[in-house]
């Protein structure tokens, strides 16, 4: 992508929020997922990320912004639609870090219909068992390490909240996400784990734009009051925030909107 999508944030300045902790990222290799990765380092974090195979180059950028953090973080390729490899994520990472603390919820995909009609049933399938399957299937594997005081953060759209002319598989899928947040934060709060998501608008990463005319990508996220697209790094410090016990204690089965002005939603 030209420009390149912002992920480092410059400006932000660890506190230590997840010392010692150790975070799952699904999505790792790029946009919202790679610059969660660096900030969840910046912040004391070791971390592992998921990415398809054909990401490699993308998770070794991740994997070095993460080192330059001065934190460790584990590459695991594979593809999450399969329930068994969600379970070998869960158990790589607690036997490379002994421990489990914050499980964060980004893989996505979605692509761009015209009409109801266009959508076939490959598609339909494959955008749930990404978008929601997999997401259960984490918390799934995730939830009998995860201890008091630990984190799910799902990454749910605008989309789920307002729909998409264009993105009807996509849209259904976040407004699955954000259903299954606030039922699985009513199931684990007597544990001690929170479960939140964040819904942002347009993001400048490849997900967003990948599929659509150059056109349509030179204009992309002009329609938001800021008159522009979040970057990825902008998204990131929320889920840091709903990700750390000291500064999110009392906040569970939360939906945040980030939306660049946007009040309606």
Same mark, same amino acid.
Not at 52 to 60: F, M, R, T, V, Y
Not at 89 to 113: G, M, P, S, W
Not at 158 to 176: F, P, Q, R
């Given at each position: 992508?030209?420009?390149?999508?912002?992920?480092?944030?410059?400006?932000?300045?660890?506190?230590?929020?997840?010392?010692?902790?150790?975070? =799952?990222?699904?999505?790792?290799?790029?946009?919202?997922?790679?610059?969660?990765?660096?900030?969840?380092?910046?912040?004391?974090?070791?971390?592992?990320?998921?990415?398809?195979?054909?990401?490699?180059?993308?998770?070794?950028?991740?994997?070095?912004?993460?080192?330059?953090?001065?934190?460790?973080?584990?590459? =695991?390729? /594979?593809?999450?639609?399969?329930?068994?490899?969600?379970?070998?994520?869960?158990? %790589?990472?607690?036997? !490379?870090?002994?421990?489990?603390?914050?499980?964060?919820?980004?893989?996505?995909?979605? &692509?761009?219909?015209?009409?109801? $009609?266009?959508?076939?049933? %490959?598609?339909?399938?494959?955008?749930? !068992?990404?978008?929601? *399957?997999?997401?259960?299937?984490?918390?799934?594997?995730?939830?009998?390490?995860?201890?008091?005081?630990?984190?799910?953060?799902?990454?749910?759209?605008? $989309?789920?909240?307002?729909?998409?002319?264009?993105?009807?598989?996509?849209?259904?899928? &976040?407004?699955?996400?954000?259903?299954?947040?606030?039922?699985?934060?009513?199931?684990? +709060? &007597?544990? /001690?784990?929170? +479960?939140?998501?964040?819904?942002? /608008?347009?993001?400048?990463?490849?997900?967003?734009?990948?599929?659509?005319?150059?056109?349509?990508?030179?204009?992309?996220?002009?329609?938001?009051?800021?008159?522009?697209?979040?970057?990825?790094?902008?998204?990131?410090?929320?889920?840091?925030?709903?990700?750390?016990?000291?500064?999110?204690? *009392?906040?569970?089965? %939360?939906?945040?909107?980030?939306?660049?002005? %946007?009040?309606?939603?």
């Amino acid at each position: 992508m030209r420009p390149a999508p912002h992920s480092t944030a410059s400006e932000y300045v660890g506190a230590g929020r997840l010392r010692d902790r150790v975070a =799952i990222i699904t999505g790792g290799d790029s946009g919202i997922g790679r610059a969660t990765a660096v900030l969840f380092a910046r912040e004391g974090a070791d971390v592992a990320i998921t990415y398809l195979p054909g990401e490699q180059p993308d998770a070794d950028v991740t994997a070095e912004l993460v080192e330059q953090e001065g934190q460790s973080c584990l590459l =695991i390729p /594979g593809d999450l639609q399969d329930p068994s490899f969600c379970d070998e994520v869960v158990r %790589e990472t607690v036997q !490379r870090y002994e421990r489990l603390d914050i499980l964060v919820n980004n893989a996505a995909y979605q &692509k761009h219909r015209k009409s109801i $009609t266009d959508i076939d049933d %490959e598609q339909w399938d494959r955008t749930f !068992r990404t978008n929601v *399957y997999a997401y259960f299937y984490m918390a799934r594997a995730a939830v009998s390490y995860l201890r008091r005081g630990a984190a799910i953060v799902n990454v749910g759209s605008i $989309t789920g909240l307002e729909g998409s002319e264009h993105l009807l598989d996509y849209s259904a899928t &976040k407004g699955a996400i954000h259903a299954f947040t606030k039922s699985l934060a009513r199931n684990l +709060v &007597k544990k /001690g784990i929170r +479960v939140n998501a964040v819904a942002p /608008g347009p993001v400048w990463t490849p997900l967003n734009v990948a599929d659509q005319p150059a056109d349509k990508v030179a204009t992309f996220g002009q329609d938001t009051p800021m008159g522009r697209p979040a970057q990825p790094e902008e998204i990131a410090p929320a889920i840091v925030f709903l990700a750390s016990h000291r500064d999110s204690s *009392y906040i569970t089965g %939360e939906v945040i909107g980030l939306l660049g002005g %946007e009040t309606t939603a």
